[in-house]
């Protein structure tokens, strides 16, 4: 079954073609992070538009790269939610109509299944149950993936993000937008102990629940007091334990959850996946209690249709399809 499918939940317009949920026969994609750059983070209104102006051009591309004819197409799959809202609409209306001029079933999907999914293209053996740790930009879950489509949030972020607390601290470090890839890049070059940053807990019953706001208000602190003080900050240092952090944060919890449901295997996805410290972290710890680690490649980690045409199969197996008033959502129950 070709599933053609479409991502443009945040800054990257994405378009591909995957055939029974494992095999990615295109997959393309436009980042719009030149768009934004120049003011520190994404303008929804900005990728919105650009999302607009080459979503049709990506459509038609997929289709040529995977060598395929309109006909060949069995069903649209979209990202509907979460994401920004004027964002997602714009794929949600590209793949309805797609979906309504192809005659084909249209598939809703919820962007960190697609997430989730993006470990069934990179490890064609893997199949649930397994525990994911998903971290992206604007989520931090962890979830007992059940089935394909039965998942329970075990536990997630209580204010930002993981990828957030990256990217508001490369901020203030001077080192652009998006900043979870030049912290990890400059952290290669630090001590990971150069600084000695909290570890938030969270108040509550729920042990897997996180919190990543104090941790990035102390690197904006650290870096407003170099300032004001003229003090030399040493942000090599200060990026490797903000790595180390965040880690042990993510992993720690993971692992907890990993023994306490007996999940033998773990699947790390979305953007901040990409992290070296993390996928280090997460390797030493799973060789350490003899379970098995899966994360995927860089490309996949990050914002793709692939992962959509990927979970969209799963998706329409358990008859989760949606007809011409499929709405999108900047919130949405996994
Ligand atoms: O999954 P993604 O592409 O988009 C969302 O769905 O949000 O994730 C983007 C996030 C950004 O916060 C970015 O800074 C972070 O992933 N990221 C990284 C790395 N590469 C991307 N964070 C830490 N280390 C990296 N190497």
């Known amino acids: 079954m070709n599933i053609l499918a ?17 095999k990615v026969l295109s997959d393309e994609i436009f980042s719009q992070v030149a768009l ?30 995977a060598g395929l004819a309109r006909a060949d197409i ?18 949600v209306n ?19 299944r697609g997430h989730i999914a993006a470990n069934y293209l990179a490890f064609p053996d893997l199949e649930p149950p397994f525990l994911c740790l998903a971290i992206s930009g604007g ?9 394909y489509t039965d998942m329970r949030i075990l536990g997630q972020t209580r204010d930002d993000a993981a990828g957030e607390c990256f990217d508001k601290s490369a901020r203030v470090l001077g080192l652009g937008y998006p900043g979870g ?9 630090g001590r990971d102990d150069a600084y000695d940053l909290p570890r938030p807990a969270v108040h509550g019953d729920n042990p897997y629940d996180m919190s990543f706001s104090g ?50 295997r773990i699947a790390v996805a979305g953007g901040v996946a990409a992290n070296s410290r993390i996928r280090v972290d997460f390797q030493a710890a799973c060789e350490k209690t003899g379970r098995t680690l899966y994360v995927p490649p860089l490309r996949l980690c990050g914002d793709n249709a692939a992962m959509i045409g990927a979970q969209g199969y799963y998706e329409f197996l358990a008859g989760h399809t949606a007809g011409p008033d499929l709405n999108a959502y900047a919130t949405k129950e996994l």
């Open 181 to 189: 890839k030049p912290i990890d890049e400059l952290s290669k070059k």
């Open 215 to 264: 941790l990035k208000t102390a690197v904006v602190n650290l870096a407003h007091h170099a300032q004001q003080t003229g003090e030399e900050l040493d942000k090599a240092g200060l990026a490797a334990s903000l790595c180390r952090a965040v880690s042990e944060m993510l992993v720690s919890r993971t692992m907890a959850a990993a023994e306490a449901l007996g999940h033998r």
């Open 74 to 91: 069995d069903a649209v799959a979209c990202t509907y939610a979460p994401g920004l809202i004027g964002a997602v609409l714009v794929g």
């Open 6 to 22: 479409f991502e443009s939940s945040c800054d990257e317009t994405a378009a591909a073609v995957v055939a029974d949920g494992r």
């Open 94 to 112: 590209f793949a309805k109509s797609a979906a309504l001029a192809l005659g084909k079933p249209l598939i809703p999907v919820h962007h960190i």
């Open 139 to 147: 989520n931090t879950m962890l979830v007992d993936v059940r089935g």
């Open 36 to 65: 934004h750059e120049i003011y520190g983070g994404v303008v929804p209104e900005i990728a919105a538009r650009s999302h607009l102006e080459v979503i049709s051009l990506l459509a038609d591309r997929a289709l040529e790269k």
